[in-house]
């Protein structure tokens, strides 16, 4: 089933997570930690997730100079995570030695997969040119990093869903685009600049689409999940 949709648990405490993820009862969901929560609660809330049956992208996007970036991957691939990622801006070595990493420290077990962020959903055109100081066009510096990440060995890049079909083009078959910056139609887009409905992200070849305040902040949570799949399953 294409695409899937990942939960953004951005909430300040394990208490407020899990209470939210109560309200979805059974249903296996594909959640995002990130680094409000993970830094909020450590390790033992990926625990606590997983015991409900959900899997987790921990999405702490790492990025510093290879030998560092490595051991912390090593000692993250113990925490049974089915995706993770670091800046495709630290650069072919910084993520060959992340992947090493995560390998060595998976040892026999399965690795979880490794994607790159190319640039932030929040970073438009104007921005990366006058304060990255990155000069050409958004679109052409994203597939050149997600080629960078591609020839790394890692699995995909984190993109907005604009950018998934260029992305595409440009990189193997199984190479994944997970793309946040998605929006129920009439969502504020909040600090989001490159914005999509699911049905739209879907159309534009996303594999995974990272939601977050379209369900989290939504009256009824779960009615507004049921929505996104609703789109992605009959558009
Ligand atoms: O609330 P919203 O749907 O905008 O949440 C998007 C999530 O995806 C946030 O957790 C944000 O940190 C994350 N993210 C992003 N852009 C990236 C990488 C991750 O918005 N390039």
Known sequence: ???????????PTGEDALRFLDRFGDEPLYVKVGMEL??????????EIKKRGHRIFLDLK???????????????????????????????????AALEGLQE??????????????????????????????????????????????????????????EAERIHSVTSGSFLTVTPGIRLAGDAKGDQSRVATPARAKAMGSDYLVIGRSITK?????????????EITHE
Not at 133 to 138: H, M
Request: hydrophobic share 45%; proline share 4%; aromatic share 4%.
């Open 1 to 11: 089933m294409k695409p899937e949709i990942m939960i953004a648990l951005d909430f």
């Open 38 to 47: 993970f830094y909020s609660e450590g390790p033992a809330i990926l625990e």
């Open 62 to 96: 790492l990025h510093d100079i290879p030998n560092t970036v490595k051991s912390a991957m090593r000692v993250l691939a113990r925490a049974g995570v089915s995706m993770t990622n670091v800046h495709a801006a630290g650069g072919r070595k910084m993520m060959e």
């Open 105 to 162: 420290g998976c040892g026999e077990g399965e690795r979880p997969k490794l994607i790159a962020v190319t640039q932030l959903t929040s970073t438009d055109e104007a921005m990366m040119h006058d304060e990255l100081l990155i000069e050409g066009a958004l679109e052409d510096v994203v597939a050149g990093y997600a080629r960078n990440a591609m020839e790394a060995g890692l699995d995909g890049v984190v993109c907005s869903a604009w």
């Open 218 to 230: 939504a009256e009824d949570p779960v009615a507004a999940y049921q929505r996104c799949k609703e």
